[in-house]
Nanobody, 122 residues
Framework: QVQLVESGGGLVQAGGSLRLSCAASGRTFSFSVMGWFRQAPGKEREFVAMIIGSGRTTTYVDSVKGRFTISRDNAKNTVYLQMNSLKPEDTAVYYC???????????????WGQGTQVTVSS
């Protein structure tokens, strides 16, 4: 069973950058698909990015392509989300999640972190 703890959120001006980290415990981390999701105030939680166990394949929602990069370090049991050129509409609570299937749906992920707040000011 994987447990997840996010960190790295905060307040940043538009155009700035943040790097989120998600530290995982559990021996099955390297086999898990890892995803990042976000939930803005008054909106449903949405898919942001995902990465397979080897790190060789990634997928992004269109709104963050070219600005966000997901990566993982299996030796450190950690997945990252590098966020550049941030926009006010990126403001949300960001969650990392682990699951067995490479899919963008929330139901495909069995383990979730507690979330970290990202606020982008204009």
């Amino acid at each position: 069973q994987v447990q997840l703890v996010e960190s790295g959120g905060g307040l940043v001006q538009a155009g700035g950058s943040l790097r989120l980290s998600c530290a995982a415990s559990g021996r099955t981390f390297s086999f898990s698909v890892m995803g990042w999701f976000r939930q803005a105030p008054g909106k449903e939680r949405e898919f942001v990015a995902m990465i397979i166990g080897s790190g060789r394949t990634t997928t992004y929602v269109d709104s963050v392509k070219g600005r966000f990069t997901i990566s993982r370090d299996n030796a450190k049991n950690t997945v990252y989300l590098q966020m550049n050129s941030l926009k006010p509409e990126d403001t949300a609570v960001y969650y990392c999640a682990a699951g067995p299937r490479y899919a963008t749906t929330q139901a495909s992920y069995s383990t979730w972190g507690q979330g970290t707040q990202v606020t982008v000011s204009s």
